[in-house]
């Protein structure tokens, strides 16, 4: 269900955007504290929830500064900055390195291998892989929660998106682009 667009005031942004910063970092803390006891799977929903985040961050600053060159009080938000998946995980695509999103490189070509045996397919940061590592699925003939992933990486991108949104927090509004 599609919701109407935002009006927001140039002059509410700040706090907006401190929430989101706060929020990229509460989700960051969190998924290096459940990693820190095992919980591979839930740390990587918490980390793309904080990559959406840093996306949505980008593009706030991103308006807000569009207003203020204008001369404009308000900025239009499209709905989709909120509610769609995608739409956030593409703007924090611009600000990650691919490499940190890869989450398990695949190592060997399924062709030659069982995959039940090994590793066959790199698996990235996408919208659904989210869902797979938070809610237990029925697939084929087994269940299913998570993902294969390797903990160093997801730390590895844990990382760059708090190194984003350092860099974002220290430009001020008027001049980001």
């Known amino acids: 269900m599609s919701r109407p667009d935002r009006i927001i005031p140039v002059i509410k942004l700040p706090e907006g955007l401190r929430l989101c910063a706060q929020n990229v970092r509460d989700f960051v803390n969190e998924a290096h504290l459940i990693l820190s006891k095992g919980h ?11 990559f959406e ?9 991103r308006l807000g500064g569009e207003a203020q060159e204008n001369g404009l009080k308000e900025v ?3 709905d989709e900055l909120f509610r769609s998946y995608d739409t956030k995980q593409n703007i924090a695509k611009q600000l990650v390195p691919k490499q940190a999103r890869t989450l398990l490189q695949g190592a060997f070509g399924s062709r030659n291998f069982d995959s039940r045996a090994f590793q066959t397919e790199t698996v990235s940061v996408e919208p659904n892989l989210r869902l797979e590592c938070v809610f237990v699925d029925w697939l084929g003939d087994d269940w299913r929660l998570g993902a294969p992933h390797d903990t160093t990486r997801i730390t590895m ?7 984003a949104l350092n860099k974002l927090e220290k ?7």
């Open 40 to 50: 591979g799977w839930h740390a990587i929903a918490l980390a793309i929830f904080a």
């Open 53 to 61: 985040e840093l996306g949505k961050y980008s593009e706030l600053k």
């Open 76 to 78: 239009k938000v499209k």
């Open 157 to 163: 991108f844990l990382n760059p998106i708090v190194e």
């Open 171 to 177: 430009l001020p509004l008027k001049s980001h682009s």
